[in-house]
Nanobody, 123 residues
Framework: VQLQASGGGLVQAGGSLRLSCAPT????????IGWFRQAPGEEREFVAAIRWSGGATSYADSLKGRFTISRDTKTVYLQMNNLKPEDTAVYYC???????????????????WGQGTLVTVSS
């Protein structure tokens, strides 16, 4: 599976961005698509995830209400609203097969990763 993330950029605090992730390479039945982010000097952390079949979602508690994950037939989106400077990071999309809902936050289940897209939020 190949993943292409896009949509990052520079935005002022309070603004919005929508990231896109387009998985290709094989059918995604049974796969979960996740977004993670990594700020400079920090660990990579979970943002949100969606199951390709059925659409079940999971969010980092701290981001609920501001970030929304969704998908159409070919692309997974991460809508980010009311952005804050602390949201500045490289955002990665990733996918793995057979990830149960309670483990969507864990990096270990995601075996394929995209190249990342940089989001910079200015104050």
């Amino acid at each position: 599976v190949q993943l292409q993330a896009s949509g990052g950029g520079l935005v002022q605090a309070g603004g919005s961005l929508r990231l896109s992730c387009a998985p290709t390479g094989q059918t995604l039945i049974g796969y979960t698509i996740g977004w993670f982010r990594q700020a400079p000097g920090e660990e990579r952390e979970f943002v949100a995830a969606i199951r390709w079949s059925g659409g079940a979602t999971s969010y980092a508690d701290s981001l609920k209400g501001r970030f929304t994950i969704s998908r159409d037939t070919k692309t997974v989106y991460l809508q980010m609203n009311n952005l804050k400077p602390e949201d500045t990071a490289v955002y990665y999309c990733a996918t793995g097969r057979g990830i149960i809902l309670s483990n969507m936050h864990s990096k270990t289940g995601y075996h394929y990763w995209g190249q990342g897209t940089l989001v910079t939020v200015s104050s």
